[in-house]
């Protein structure tokens, strides 16, 4: 069976074709959710945790809330999450064999325990790990962990969008010679593909040069766990052959949030060390409500894996394309405003506000206070909306309409000349490392105002939230870039994360 029978003539962008297991007879089969079930149903006396009892003495509040449900159902003892025999093997062996995968593990912790996984379980202290300096958050809580060492590759910056570029072969092999002309090998190179924005690299052709080398891939796939289920989307992570790929399953697919899922493939990542890395990170009491969603979610995808996005991908086109015809100097973000990029997401819908008169921060505010629409990321310059299997029809033209009037109402006559150089710092640029992550993290601190802290020892790791990308990492010393990036961004009225003083008045600095 391919991936997208029906379409495969329709569809010139994607030559690969896929396996799928087996459709089930009953296709909704789920191992775990029928064991939880059935366990739930019984009228054990039980003398465990957690202390509401199945219901029991749920708090009256959370009870009003969201019912007796969700604590009838929120058991322990049905297997062990970190030597599974049962229901939790049988449902994670059902996600590997429909994702594609050699071995997939359930994960309470995010993406985020998963790429902290991959990186503990491929670097050991003294590693060096090849890197997008666009990673997410967890990617340096992993090098802190296994006391790796950065070796980044800077993307390219889209300027009129602001956006970050895909990561291109050439970086790859520049950043492994670099390496060998120091005399050392990479342990594992880790690329984040898609992006926030649905921006893919051609993994393919970078996970072939680093297999050549024996070198281990990581992808953290967080936006592209639906991939799989439709040709007109890009390519998996494991498809193009990847050893590592943590994907979110609580973000375009459908499980609760903080369930994600770590992909083994091949045998080149030792999937005990995984296992180990997994324990340490992970509590020894998962809420099986969290894992009976992955397992529903996955069933819920093998019922019907080659149409079930069909209605989302229109919604997607829809959205952007109304947005275009309908709004004057209105523009979306297409493949082609990447040159040369293999794919874009086309359920991740980035508008650009700034083109309209309103920068991206303004008009988040905007929609979600006068038309109630809550786009999933904003930025300086664009927002942008996930379309997913929730997604309908009036929310869509919702949205359109909201744009179109918001522009209206609040767009300046001549966005550029009102608005130029306030937002013109990238970043990222040239990037000088004082200290490892590792290094940074355990160094004493002292805290300084921001205006003296250029050429500093950063201390803390500050991002806009979302997207959870470090934009000053422990142990890199101060630049004036991506300080006025993130002042640009607390002005604008961004959420700035993880520094002690989120005013950015003072900053940490690293006392050494
Ligand atoms: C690229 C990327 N990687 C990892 C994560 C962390 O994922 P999770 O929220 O599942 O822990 C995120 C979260 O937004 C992300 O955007």
Request: with cysteine; net charge negative.
């Amino acid at each position: 069976m391919v991936k997208c029978p029906s379409k495969q003539v329709s569809h010139s962008f994607d030559s690969k074709s896929s396996q799928f297991p087996p459709v089930e007879e009953d296709k909704s089969t789920a191992p775990f959710v029928s064991a939880l079930k059935a366990y739930a149903e019984r009228n054990a006396a039980g003398f465990t945790f957690p202390g509401h009892n199945r219901g029991m003495a749920a708090p009256p509040l959370l009870e009003q809330l969201i019912g007796k449900g969700p604590f009838h159902h929120d058991l322990a003892e049905l297997d062990n999450f970190f030597s599974p025999k049962g229901a939790i093997l049988d449902a994670q062996k059902k996600a590997a064999e429909l994702f594609g995968a050699t071995e997939t593990w359930f994960l309470v912790g995010g993406t985020t325990c998963g790429v902290e996984a991959s990186i503990m379980s491929t670097c050991s202290p003294g590693d060096t790990l090849i890197l997008t300096r666009n990673s997410h958050t967890s990617a340096i809580s992993g090098m802190v962990l296994s006391g790796a060492l950065p070796k980044y590759m800077i993307p390219e910056y889209n300027t009129s969008w602001g956006i970050a570029d895909w990561i291109k072969l050439d970086q790859v092999v520049k950043a492994i010679d670099e390496l060998h002309e120091e005399g050392k090998e990479p342990a594992a190179v880790l690329i984040t593909s898609p992006t926030y924005h649905g921006i893919c690299s051609d993994l393919e052709k970078i996970i072939d040069l680093c297999h050549k080398q024996q070198i281990p891939v990581i992808i953290d796939e967080a936006h592209g766990a639906h991939f799989k289920f439709d040709c007109r989307l890009p390519s998996t992570a494991l498809e193009q052959g990847a050893d590592l790929v943590i994907q979110s399953t609580h973000k375009v697919l459908c499980s609760f949030s903080q369930s994600s899922m770590l992909h083994l493939s091949g045998s080149m990542v030792d999937r005990e060390r995984i296992s180990r890395c997994l324990q340490t990170l992970q509590s020894t009491s998962p809420s099986y409500l969290l894992l009976a969603s992955l397992d529903a979610t996955r069933a819920q995808l093998s019922k019907n894996p080659y149409t079930i996005f069909d209605t989302a991908i229109l919604l997607a086109h829809q959205l952007a394309d109304e947005v275009q015809t309908s709004i004057p100097n209105a523009s979306v973000l297409e493949s082609a405003d990447f040159e040369g990029m293999p794919k874009k997401d086309p359920l991740h819908v980035t508008i650009d506000t700034w083109k309209l008169g309103v920068p991206g921060y303004d008009a988040y505010k905007i929609l979600r206070e006068e038309y109630d629409i809550i786009p999933e990321l904003r930025s300086q310059k664009s927002l942008t909306f996930a379309v997913s299997l929730g997604t309908c029809r009036e929310h869509v033209q919702r949205v359109v309409h909201g744009i179109k009037d918001m522009a209206a109402m609040h767009g300046l006559d001549n966005p550029d000349q009102a608005m130029i150089n306030h937002y013109e710092c990238l970043p990222f640029g040239e990037i000088s490392i004082k200290l490892s992550p590792r290094e940074a993290f355990f160094a004493n601190k002292r805290r300084i105002n921001v205006d003296e802290s250029l050429g500093e020892t950063c201390g803390e790791l500050i991002c806009t939230f979302p997207p959870g990308i470090p934009v000053l990492i422990p142990g890199e010393v101060m630049t004036q870039n991506p300080l006025s990036y993130l002042l640009n961004a607390r002005d604008g009225g961004a959420v700035i994360s993880g520094a002690a003083d989120s005013h950015l008045h003072s900053i940490v600095v690293c006392d050494i």
